[in-house]
Protein backbone atom coordinates (compact mmCIF):
# COMPACT_ATOMS: atom_id res chain seq x y z
CA UNK A 1 0.00 0.00 0.00
CA UNK A 2 1.26 3.51 -0.82
CA UNK A 3 3.11 5.13 1.88
CA UNK A 4 3.42 9.13 2.20
CA UNK A 5 6.93 10.31 3.69
CA UNK A 6 6.29 13.70 2.77
CA UNK A 7 3.01 15.52 1.87
CA UNK A 8 1.51 19.13 0.51
CA UNK A 9 -0.75 21.34 1.78
CA UNK A 10 -4.43 20.23 2.31
CA UNK A 11 -6.77 20.77 -0.34
CA UNK A 12 -8.46 23.34 1.45
CA UNK A 13 -6.10 25.49 1.06
CA UNK A 14 -5.55 24.61 -2.62
CA UNK A 15 -9.42 25.38 -3.08
CA UNK A 16 -9.23 28.92 -1.31
CA UNK A 17 -5.94 30.30 -3.17
CA UNK A 18 -8.54 28.84 -6.63
CA UNK A 19 -11.04 30.57 -5.53
CA UNK A 20 -9.68 34.10 -5.66
CA UNK A 21 -8.02 33.49 -9.02
CA UNK A 22 -10.96 32.45 -10.77
CA UNK A 23 -12.76 35.76 -8.73
CA UNK A 24 -9.91 38.13 -10.10
CA UNK A 25 -9.85 36.72 -14.01
CA UNK A 26 -13.84 36.82 -13.90
CA UNK A 27 -13.50 41.03 -12.85
CA UNK A 28 -10.79 40.99 -15.05
CA UNK A 29 -12.15 39.44 -18.16
CA UNK A 30 -15.33 41.60 -17.62
CA UNK A 31 -13.51 44.54 -17.55
CA UNK A 32 -11.70 44.05 -20.87
CA UNK A 33 -14.94 42.90 -22.96
CA UNK A 34 -17.05 46.60 -21.61
CA UNK A 35 -13.83 48.35 -22.06
CA UNK A 36 -11.67 46.59 -24.24
CA UNK A 37 -7.93 48.78 -25.22
CA UNK A 38 -8.59 51.31 -22.45
CA UNK A 39 -9.32 47.89 -19.94
CA UNK A 40 -6.17 46.84 -21.39
CA UNK A 41 -3.54 49.80 -21.18
CA UNK A 42 -5.09 49.98 -17.34
CA UNK A 43 -4.29 46.71 -16.42
CA UNK A 44 -0.67 46.67 -18.22
CA UNK A 45 0.16 49.56 -16.31
CA UNK A 46 -0.72 48.40 -13.10
CA UNK A 47 0.17 44.62 -13.13
CA UNK A 48 3.16 45.22 -15.27
CA UNK A 49 3.97 49.05 -15.35
CA UNK A 50 3.73 48.73 -18.90
CA UNK A 51 2.31 51.02 -21.23
CA UNK A 52 3.55 52.31 -24.69
CA UNK A 53 2.22 53.72 -27.40
CA UNK A 54 1.20 50.85 -29.12
CA UNK A 55 1.77 47.14 -27.81
CA UNK A 56 2.68 45.60 -31.24
CA UNK A 57 6.28 45.83 -32.06
CA UNK A 58 7.12 47.14 -35.76
CA UNK A 59 9.01 45.56 -38.02
CA UNK A 60 12.43 48.21 -36.93
CA UNK A 61 11.69 46.97 -32.82
CA UNK A 62 11.76 43.47 -34.14
CA UNK A 63 15.01 44.01 -36.26
CA UNK A 64 16.59 45.85 -32.91
CA UNK A 65 15.72 43.07 -30.22
CA UNK A 66 17.03 40.55 -32.56
CA UNK A 67 20.30 42.47 -33.22
CA UNK A 68 20.68 42.54 -29.20
CA UNK A 69 20.95 38.81 -28.96
CA UNK A 70 24.63 37.17 -29.21
CA UNK A 71 25.13 35.02 -32.56
CA UNK A 72 25.31 31.82 -30.06
CA UNK A 73 21.74 32.51 -28.53
CA UNK A 74 20.26 32.89 -32.24
CA UNK A 75 21.86 29.82 -33.15
CA UNK A 76 20.89 28.10 -30.41
CA UNK A 77 17.13 29.16 -30.59
CA UNK A 78 16.90 28.43 -34.40
CA UNK A 79 18.52 24.53 -33.71
CA UNK A 80 15.53 24.25 -30.73
CA UNK A 81 12.74 25.47 -33.44
CA UNK A 82 14.46 22.56 -36.10
CA UNK A 83 13.90 20.20 -33.62
CA UNK A 84 10.17 21.15 -33.03
CA UNK A 85 9.57 21.60 -36.47
CA UNK A 86 10.68 18.25 -37.61
CA UNK A 87 8.74 16.51 -35.09
CA UNK A 88 5.87 18.76 -35.86
CA UNK A 89 6.37 17.81 -39.55
CA UNK A 90 6.36 13.96 -38.96
CA UNK A 91 3.67 13.83 -36.37
CA UNK A 92 1.51 15.91 -39.27
CA UNK A 93 2.55 13.24 -41.90
CA UNK A 94 0.41 10.83 -39.71
CA UNK A 95 -2.88 12.47 -40.50
CA UNK A 96 -4.25 11.82 -43.49
CA UNK A 97 -7.10 12.61 -45.38
CA UNK A 98 -9.89 9.98 -46.23
CA UNK A 99 -12.18 9.34 -48.71
CA UNK A 100 -13.96 5.78 -48.80
CA UNK A 101 -17.22 4.26 -50.78
CA UNK A 102 -18.72 3.11 -47.28
CA UNK A 103 -22.00 1.18 -49.67
CA UNK A 104 -21.80 1.12 -53.20
CA UNK A 105 -22.40 4.87 -54.32
CA UNK A 106 -22.59 6.43 -50.92
CA UNK A 107 -18.68 7.83 -50.19
CA UNK A 108 -17.49 9.25 -46.72
CA UNK A 109 -14.52 11.35 -46.29
CA UNK A 110 -13.08 13.74 -44.15
CA UNK A 111 -10.26 16.26 -44.16
CA UNK A 112 -7.88 18.26 -42.33
CA UNK A 113 -8.36 22.02 -42.16
CA UNK A 114 -6.14 24.36 -40.47
CA UNK A 115 -7.78 26.76 -37.69
CA UNK A 116 -7.66 30.63 -39.43
CA UNK A 117 -5.72 32.18 -36.65
CA UNK A 118 -4.52 31.53 -33.15
CA UNK A 119 -3.13 33.68 -30.06
CA UNK A 120 -0.09 32.18 -28.25
CA UNK A 121 0.77 32.89 -25.32
CA UNK A 122 4.01 32.67 -24.12
CA UNK A 123 4.66 33.40 -20.80
CA UNK A 124 7.82 35.79 -19.35
CA UNK A 125 7.26 37.43 -15.67
CA UNK A 126 9.50 35.23 -13.56
CA UNK A 127 11.35 33.51 -16.20
CA UNK A 128 11.45 34.27 -19.89
CA UNK A 129 9.84 31.56 -21.29
CA UNK A 130 11.58 31.57 -25.09
CA UNK A 131 11.32 27.93 -25.34
CA UNK A 132 7.11 28.07 -25.33
CA UNK A 133 7.34 30.23 -28.64
CA UNK A 134 8.86 27.33 -30.29
CA UNK A 135 5.99 25.01 -29.07
CA UNK A 136 2.87 27.60 -30.19
CA UNK A 137 4.02 29.15 -33.08
CA UNK A 138 6.32 26.89 -35.08
CA UNK A 139 4.09 23.95 -34.42
CA UNK A 140 1.06 25.96 -35.87
CA UNK A 141 2.98 26.67 -38.56
CA UNK A 142 3.35 23.66 -39.34
CA UNK A 143 -0.26 22.79 -39.62
CA UNK A 144 -1.16 25.82 -41.95
CA UNK A 145 -2.61 28.35 -39.48
CA UNK A 146 -2.84 31.79 -41.88
CA UNK A 147 -2.80 34.18 -38.82
CA UNK A 148 -0.26 33.62 -35.65
CA UNK A 149 -0.63 36.67 -33.07
CA UNK A 150 1.78 36.02 -30.09
CA UNK A 151 2.08 38.10 -26.86
CA UNK A 152 4.49 38.08 -23.66
CA UNK A 153 4.28 40.21 -20.82
CA UNK A 154 7.46 43.16 -20.53
CA UNK A 155 10.78 41.65 -19.21
CA UNK A 156 12.87 44.36 -16.99
CA UNK A 157 11.14 47.44 -18.82
CA UNK A 158 10.23 46.32 -22.45
CA UNK A 159 10.02 43.58 -24.41
CA UNK A 160 12.73 40.59 -24.34
CA UNK A 161 14.82 40.25 -27.17
CA UNK A 162 15.19 36.29 -27.07
CA UNK A 163 11.31 35.68 -26.52
CA UNK A 164 11.00 38.23 -29.55
CA UNK A 165 13.52 36.44 -31.92
CA UNK A 166 11.89 33.01 -30.73
CA UNK A 167 8.42 34.64 -31.90
CA UNK A 168 9.62 35.93 -35.20
CA UNK A 169 11.66 33.46 -36.17
CA UNK A 170 9.19 31.06 -35.47
CA UNK A 171 6.81 32.34 -37.89
CA UNK A 172 4.76 34.83 -35.98
CA UNK A 173 2.32 37.58 -38.00
CA UNK A 174 1.89 40.33 -35.19
CA UNK A 175 3.79 40.46 -32.00
CA UNK A 176 2.80 42.09 -28.97
CA UNK A 177 4.57 42.94 -25.89
CA UNK A 178 1.71 42.22 -23.26
CA UNK A 179 1.44 40.10 -20.25
CA UNK A 180 -1.19 38.16 -18.10
CA UNK A 181 -5.28 37.70 -18.21
CA UNK A 182 -5.38 41.31 -20.10
CA UNK A 183 -2.86 39.35 -22.82
CA UNK A 184 -5.12 36.19 -23.54
CA UNK A 185 -8.45 38.19 -23.06
CA UNK A 186 -7.44 40.99 -25.83
CA UNK A 187 -6.42 37.78 -28.16
CA UNK A 188 -9.27 36.27 -27.64
CA UNK A 189 -12.03 38.93 -27.55
CA UNK A 190 -10.71 41.78 -29.27
CA UNK A 191 -10.31 45.36 -28.93
CA UNK A 192 -9.73 48.59 -31.00
CA UNK A 193 -6.26 47.58 -32.10
CA UNK A 194 -6.00 43.62 -31.66
CA UNK A 195 -8.64 41.44 -34.10
CA UNK A 196 -9.69 38.44 -32.12
CA UNK A 197 -8.64 34.42 -33.22
CA UNK A 198 -10.04 31.65 -33.02
CA UNK A 199 -8.07 29.69 -30.35
CA UNK A 200 -5.50 30.86 -27.63
CA UNK A 201 -2.52 28.53 -26.83
CA UNK A 202 0.28 28.63 -24.55
CA UNK A 203 1.17 28.03 -20.96
CA UNK A 204 1.04 30.49 -18.16
CA UNK A 205 0.55 31.12 -14.39
CA UNK A 206 -2.47 30.00 -12.70
CA UNK A 207 -4.43 33.28 -13.76
CA UNK A 208 -3.76 33.00 -17.66
CA UNK A 209 -4.72 28.95 -17.40
CA UNK A 210 -8.14 30.23 -15.94
CA UNK A 211 -8.92 32.89 -18.11
CA UNK A 212 -8.77 30.01 -21.09
CA UNK A 213 -10.51 27.96 -19.31
CA UNK A 214 -13.68 30.57 -18.56
CA UNK A 215 -12.76 31.86 -22.82
CA UNK A 216 -13.52 28.27 -23.94
CA UNK A 217 -16.44 27.82 -26.23
CA UNK A 218 -16.34 32.01 -27.15
CA UNK A 219 -12.56 30.34 -28.76
CA UNK A 220 -10.79 27.36 -28.51
CA UNK A 221 -8.22 26.56 -26.92
CA UNK A 222 -5.34 23.74 -26.76
CA UNK A 223 -5.60 22.67 -23.15
CA UNK A 224 -5.24 24.12 -19.63
CA UNK A 225 -1.29 24.19 -18.85
CA UNK A 226 -0.38 25.64 -15.84
CA UNK A 227 1.38 25.85 -13.31
CA UNK A 228 4.31 23.40 -13.71
CA UNK A 229 3.96 19.59 -12.07
CA UNK A 230 6.31 16.91 -12.60
CA UNK A 231 6.26 13.08 -11.35
CA UNK A 232 9.43 11.49 -10.66
CA UNK A 233 9.32 7.52 -10.21
CA UNK A 234 12.36 5.72 -9.70
CA UNK A 235 13.93 2.38 -7.69
CA UNK A 236 17.23 1.89 -6.55
CA UNK A 237 18.94 1.61 -10.46
CA UNK A 238 19.35 5.50 -9.62
CA UNK A 239 20.19 7.88 -6.89
CA UNK A 240 18.87 10.70 -4.52
CA UNK A 241 21.13 13.45 -5.81
CA UNK A 242 19.63 12.52 -9.56
CA UNK A 243 16.21 12.69 -8.30
CA UNK A 244 16.59 15.83 -6.57
CA UNK A 245 17.51 17.66 -9.32
CA UNK A 246 15.13 16.25 -11.11
CA UNK A 247 12.28 17.43 -8.87
CA UNK A 248 14.32 21.16 -8.59
CA UNK A 249 14.31 21.60 -12.48
CA UNK A 250 10.00 21.87 -12.23
CA UNK A 251 9.66 23.19 -8.74
CA UNK A 252 11.21 26.75 -9.65
CA UNK A 253 8.92 26.97 -12.12
CA UNK A 254 6.64 28.68 -9.51
CA UNK A 255 5.69 28.60 -5.72
CA UNK A 256 2.37 26.33 -6.84
CA UNK A 257 4.08 23.53 -9.00
CA UNK A 258 3.82 19.87 -7.34
CA UNK A 259 6.91 18.19 -7.30
CA UNK A 260 6.41 14.53 -6.80
CA UNK A 261 8.75 11.37 -6.06
CA UNK A 262 7.16 7.87 -5.92
CA UNK A 263 9.56 4.97 -5.78
CA UNK A 264 9.46 1.11 -4.40
CA UNK A 265 12.73 2.46 -2.11
CA UNK A 266 12.56 3.64 0.88
CA UNK A 267 16.25 4.17 0.90
CA UNK A 268 15.70 6.27 -2.00
CA UNK A 269 13.20 8.50 -1.15
CA UNK A 270 14.77 9.15 2.48
CA UNK A 271 18.18 9.96 0.03
CA UNK A 272 16.33 12.21 -1.93
CA UNK A 273 14.48 14.68 0.60
CA UNK A 274 18.09 14.84 2.04
CA UNK A 275 19.09 15.89 -1.39
CA UNK A 276 16.99 18.13 -2.24
CA UNK A 277 17.17 19.98 1.10
CA UNK A 278 21.36 19.97 0.76
CA UNK A 279 20.54 21.61 -2.79
CA UNK A 280 18.02 24.06 -1.67
CA UNK A 281 20.92 25.70 0.36
CA UNK A 282 23.14 26.27 -2.98
CA UNK A 283 20.29 26.61 -5.86
CA UNK A 284 20.13 30.24 -7.19
CA UNK A 285 16.82 29.72 -7.37
CA UNK A 286 15.88 28.61 -4.12
CA UNK A 287 13.17 31.17 -2.93
CA UNK A 288 11.32 29.47 -5.79
CA UNK A 289 11.70 26.01 -5.79
CA UNK A 290 12.00 26.14 -1.67
CA UNK A 291 8.12 26.78 -1.28
CA UNK A 292 7.19 24.60 -4.11
CA UNK A 293 8.66 21.82 -2.47
CA UNK A 294 7.80 22.78 1.07
CA UNK A 295 3.93 23.29 -0.16
CA UNK A 296 3.49 21.07 -3.00
CA UNK A 297 6.30 18.47 -2.67
CA UNK A 298 5.17 14.60 -1.86
CA UNK A 299 7.35 11.43 -1.91
CA UNK A 300 5.35 8.09 -1.89
CA UNK A 301 6.71 4.90 -1.01
CA UNK A 302 5.34 1.77 -3.21
CA UNK A 303 5.10 -1.77 -2.64
CA UNK A 304 5.94 -2.66 -6.54
CA UNK A 305 5.83 -1.49 -9.92
CA UNK A 306 2.04 -2.07 -10.29
CA UNK A 307 1.57 0.17 -7.35
CA UNK A 308 3.48 2.96 -8.66
CA UNK A 309 1.22 2.32 -12.35
CA UNK A 310 -1.44 3.09 -10.54
CA UNK A 311 -0.30 5.81 -8.13
CA UNK A 312 1.17 7.87 -11.66
CA UNK A 313 -2.39 7.03 -13.23
CA UNK A 314 -4.08 8.90 -10.50
CA UNK A 315 -1.78 12.05 -9.84
CA UNK A 316 -1.96 12.56 -13.77
CA UNK A 317 1.12 14.39 -13.84
CA UNK A 318 1.94 16.79 -16.43
CA UNK A 319 5.75 15.42 -16.61
CA UNK A 320 6.59 12.01 -15.11
CA UNK A 321 9.69 11.00 -15.78
CA UNK A 322 10.83 7.41 -15.18
CA UNK A 323 14.04 6.24 -14.05
CA UNK A 324 13.66 2.50 -13.05
CA UNK A 325 15.31 -0.63 -14.24
CA UNK A 326 12.98 -1.33 -17.22
CA UNK A 327 11.49 2.00 -17.87
CA UNK A 328 9.04 0.55 -20.90
CA UNK A 329 6.93 -1.09 -18.32
CA UNK A 330 5.48 2.16 -17.46
CA UNK A 331 5.66 3.35 -21.43
CA UNK A 332 3.00 0.23 -21.98
CA UNK A 333 1.13 0.36 -18.60
CA UNK A 334 0.18 4.25 -17.85
CA UNK A 335 -2.72 5.91 -19.37
CA UNK A 336 -2.52 9.43 -17.24
CA UNK A 337 0.35 11.77 -18.05
CA UNK A 338 1.48 14.56 -20.47
CA UNK A 339 4.47 13.16 -21.28
CA UNK A 340 7.05 10.80 -20.63
CA UNK A 341 10.56 10.65 -19.89
CA UNK A 342 12.07 7.12 -20.16
CA UNK A 343 15.28 6.69 -18.52
CA UNK A 344 18.15 9.08 -16.49
CA UNK A 345 19.36 9.66 -19.96
CA UNK A 346 16.84 12.46 -20.35
CA UNK A 347 14.67 14.83 -18.53
CA UNK A 348 12.20 16.90 -18.20
CA UNK A 349 14.36 20.29 -19.27
CA UNK A 350 14.83 18.49 -22.62
CA UNK A 351 10.87 18.00 -23.56
CA UNK A 352 10.86 21.88 -22.27
CA UNK A 353 13.77 23.80 -24.26
CA UNK A 354 15.00 21.73 -27.19
CA UNK A 355 14.54 18.17 -28.04
CA UNK A 356 11.46 18.42 -30.08
CA UNK A 357 8.51 17.08 -28.39
CA UNK A 358 5.68 19.82 -27.31
CA UNK A 359 6.58 21.36 -23.69
CA UNK A 360 2.46 22.84 -23.59
CA UNK A 361 1.17 19.52 -21.60
CA UNK A 362 -2.22 19.18 -19.58
CA UNK A 363 -2.04 19.65 -16.11
CA UNK A 364 -4.19 19.56 -12.48
CA UNK A 365 -5.21 16.17 -13.59
CA UNK A 366 -6.27 17.11 -17.40
CA UNK A 367 -3.86 14.42 -18.52
CA UNK A 368 -6.76 12.19 -17.60
CA UNK A 369 -8.64 13.43 -21.31
CA UNK A 370 -6.25 14.57 -23.15
CA UNK A 371 -2.57 14.73 -24.56
CA UNK A 372 0.05 17.81 -24.59
CA UNK A 373 -0.04 20.34 -27.93
CA UNK A 374 0.49 18.89 -31.31
CA UNK A 375 0.03 19.98 -34.46
CA UNK A 376 -3.16 18.27 -34.59
CA UNK A 377 -4.67 20.79 -32.33
CA UNK A 378 -4.30 23.21 -34.75
CA UNK A 379 -6.27 21.04 -37.45
CA UNK A 380 -9.84 20.61 -37.76
CA UNK A 381 -10.93 17.41 -38.74
CA UNK A 382 -13.98 17.78 -41.18
CA UNK A 383 -16.21 15.40 -42.04
CA UNK A 384 -18.12 15.50 -46.02
CA UNK A 385 -20.52 12.97 -47.83
CA UNK A 386 -21.66 12.65 -51.03
CA UNK A 387 -24.57 9.97 -52.46
CA UNK A 388 -23.82 9.37 -56.19
CA UNK A 389 -26.76 7.06 -57.15
CA UNK A 390 -30.41 7.28 -56.99
CA UNK A 391 -30.39 3.34 -55.66
CA UNK A 392 -27.86 4.39 -52.87
CA UNK A 393 -30.35 7.47 -51.99
CA UNK A 394 -33.66 5.35 -51.70
CA UNK A 395 -31.59 2.73 -49.62
CA UNK A 396 -30.16 5.30 -46.70
CA UNK A 397 -33.43 6.81 -47.10
CA UNK A 398 -35.66 4.38 -46.35
CA UNK A 399 -33.49 3.57 -42.98
CA UNK A 400 -33.23 7.14 -42.27
CA UNK A 401 -36.76 7.16 -42.07
CA UNK A 402 -37.50 4.16 -40.17
CA UNK A 403 -35.02 5.79 -37.54
CA UNK A 404 -36.41 9.18 -37.52
CA UNK A 405 -40.35 8.11 -36.87
CA UNK A 406 -38.78 6.01 -34.17
CA UNK A 407 -37.11 9.31 -32.52
CA UNK A 408 -40.56 11.46 -33.17
CA UNK A 409 -38.48 13.19 -35.59
CA UNK A 410 -41.74 14.38 -38.89
CA UNK A 411 -39.35 16.76 -40.40
CA UNK A 412 -35.99 14.81 -40.31
CA UNK A 413 -38.23 11.87 -41.52
CA UNK A 414 -39.40 14.08 -44.44
CA UNK A 415 -36.01 14.74 -45.62
CA UNK A 416 -35.25 11.03 -46.39
CA UNK A 417 -38.88 10.40 -47.42
CA UNK A 418 -38.56 13.36 -50.51
CA UNK A 419 -35.94 11.29 -52.06
CA UNK A 420 -37.14 7.82 -51.42
CA UNK A 421 -40.24 8.84 -53.39
CA UNK A 422 -38.11 10.69 -56.33
CA UNK A 423 -34.81 8.68 -56.37
CA UNK A 424 -36.46 5.27 -55.68
CA UNK A 425 -40.42 5.69 -56.89
CA UNK A 426 -41.53 4.95 -53.66
CA UNK A 427 -44.83 5.90 -52.15
CA UNK A 428 -44.05 7.21 -49.27
CA UNK A 429 -46.89 8.94 -46.84
CA UNK A 430 -45.89 12.27 -45.62
CA UNK A 431 -44.55 11.95 -42.18
CA UNK A 432 -44.56 8.34 -41.85
CA UNK A 433 -42.30 5.35 -42.06
CA UNK A 434 -40.79 4.24 -45.16
CA UNK A 435 -41.80 1.17 -44.52
Known amino acids: MARHLKRGIDAGAIKAADTKVRE ?11 RRD ?20 TAQEIERAIAGLARRDLDDIRFAQAQVRNFAEKQKATLLDLEVETLPGVILGHRHIPVNSIGCYVPGGRYPMVASAHMSIVTAKVAGVRRIIACAPPFKGGPHPAIVAAMHLGGADEIYVLGGVQAVAAMALGTETIAPVAMIVGPGNAYVAEAKRRLFGRVGIDLLAGPTETLVIADE ?27 TSEKLARETIGEVERLLRILPTADTASQAWADYGEVIVCDDDDEMVREADRIASEHVQVMTRDPDYFLTRMTNYGSLFLGPRTNVAYGDKVIGTNHTLPTRKAARYTGGLWVGKFLKTCTYQRVLTDQASALVGEYCSRLCVLEGFSAHAEQANVRVRRYGGRDVAYAQPAV
Open 237 to 263: TVDGEICATDLLGQAEHGPTSPAILLT
Open 38 to 57: VAVRELSQRLDHWSPESFRL
Open 24 to 34: TVETILADIET
